[in-house]
């Protein structure tokens, strides 16, 4: 979809978020530079900018992912209450929401998403050499905070470079592609952490070693081999205007991309974390702490396994339809943490909707998102989206970590499984009653 930088539609455009990719029009060159390594591909490939932003999220979410496995137990060592935790979870996960829009509006006012995006791949990396001087709940919490600050700014400008690095026609896939990528460093860090865990007693330190020591050659590789977007730089030197805050919040002027915040956020609202999944099948297993990162291996390796799948499947038969399939299986995992109790098929059926849920929604809103918004502010359009979304799951970790305090986790569960069914269909009506029509 197309608009003016004041963010009112232009003609021929889609006005709904069902976005089957047209055979004409998503084959058609963008116009800009068609050749240079920041281009997009035209010939039906990835770009290499895809696959270098890819690995540059693998070795930083294998840092990442290292201290995202031990922290829940971490923290709650440090005496953190459960209340406390879903606070912490909820600003933890929002504060990088928050920031993305900051850090997708300089890298569209600049032409320089790489650029933007490094800052905070190297904010990132020095927070983990802070945790190694923490031994207080406190200072660990505050460098946390700004490690999860590093993340927002970076969040937004590396998808803008992933989308217009990208084919129209293979968003979804090129987004799955670069998520299974990812989502390998979510998979090798938990190992690593179990396994320094399992070998050094009490090791956290060297957990944070290892994982400064990773999140430096992610940033390597993008310093060295990911490109801005040939298109973008041009424009910036062209002395266009810059976009605003102003043109990036009317971009809610577009009805397509407003009824996608509005959804993104009603069902963010009803997701609980990870940390909170996994801390309430700890505590009906009774598993031992040494083995609390392998739950974030199981989810990892299922959406290893159908991210790429899950792009093209969205690509081929509709990205809202799959985007709201995501939601179903995120409720059946609800339903199985629920009947897990300590058994194995149950925990194996869990990590697995989990991993499904996150295949065919993250890459998937992204794509959605791309075509939705103009490409000289996709950077803040994506960033507005997932800002509302990370509020959204903010609201929902205070009021897990509420709701557990009072009557347990296993009643929030209930909760959150009763609210989603009330918001998925009422958001899969909001995405899918439109006709695609061009204005």
Same mark, same amino acid.
């Given at each position: ?109 600049? /032409? ?242 989990? /991993? ?22 996709? /950077? ?38 009763? /609210? ?20």
């Amino acid at each position: 979809m197309s608009a003016a930088a004041d963010g009112k539609p232009i003609r021929a455009v889609y006005s709904s978020v069902r976005d089957r990719p047209s055979t004409t029009a998503d084959q058609a060159p963008p116009p800009g530079p068609p050749d240079g390594p920041g281009a997009p591909e035209q010939s039906g490939r990835i770009g290499r900018n895809v696959w270098y932003l890819g690995l540059t999220s693998m070795f930083t979410d294998i840092s990442s992912e290292m201290v995202n496995a031990i922290l829940p137990l971490y923290l709650l060592s440090l005496g953190f209450s459960p209340l406390a935790f879903g606070v912490f979870d909820g600003y933890y996960q929002g504060m990088t929401g928050l920031l993305r829009s900051v850090g997708g509006l300089i890298a569209d006012r600049r /032409g320089r998403h790489k650029e933007v995006a490094g800052a905070g791949y190297a904010l990132s990396a020095a927070c983990k050499l802070g945790l190694l001087a923490s031994r207080t709940a406190g200072p660990t919490g505050a460098i946390l905070l700004l490690d999860r600050t590093g993340k927002g700014i970076r969040t937004a400008p590396r998808d803008a470079l992933v989308s217009m690095s990208s084919s129209k026609s293979r968003l979804a896939e090129a987004f799955g592609i670069h998520r299974a990528l990812d989502t390998v460093g979510a998979f090798v860090g938990p190992i690593l952490a179990f396994v320094l865990l399992r070998r050094v007693s009490n090791g956290y330190d060297v957990v944070f070693v290892f994982s400064f020591c990773f999140a430096l050659i992610g940033l390597g590789i993008l310093t060295f081999f990911v490109q801005n977007r040939a298109a973008a730089r041009a424009s910036a030197a062209a002395g266009q205007s810059p976009p605003s805050l102003r043109a990036a919040a009317g971009l809610l002027r577009i009805p397509r991309f407003r009824r996608l915040v509005v959804a993104g956020g009603a069902l963010g609202l009803m997701t609980v974390s990870d940390a909170f999944i996994y801390l309430t099948f700890q505590r009906q297993s009774h598993m031992a702490s040494s083995a609390f990162p392998l739950l974030f291996v199981g989810t990892a390796l299922a959406y290893l396994l159908l991210a790429v799948p899950a792009g093209r499947l969205a690509d081929r038969v509709g990205r809202a339809k799959v985007f709201l399939g995501g939601y179903l299986l995120l409720a059946g995992s609800y339903v199985a943490l629920h009947q897990a109790g300590s058994g194995l098929t149950g925990l194996l059926v869990l990590l697995g909707l989990l /991993g499904a849920y996150y295949a065919a929604t993250d890459g998937v809103l992204m794509a959605l998102a791309s075509t939705a918004v103009p490409e000289e502010l996709r /950077g803040s359009g994506m960033a507005l989206l997932t800002t509302v979304t990370a509020v959204a799951r903010f609201a929902a970790s205070l009021i897990f970590g509420l709701l557990w305090t009072w009557w347990g986790p296993e009643t929030a569960v209930v909760w959150f499984l009763g /609210g989603l069914a009330v918001a998925l269909p009422l958001c899969g009506a909001a995405l899918l009653r439109h006709p695609e029509v061009t204005a």
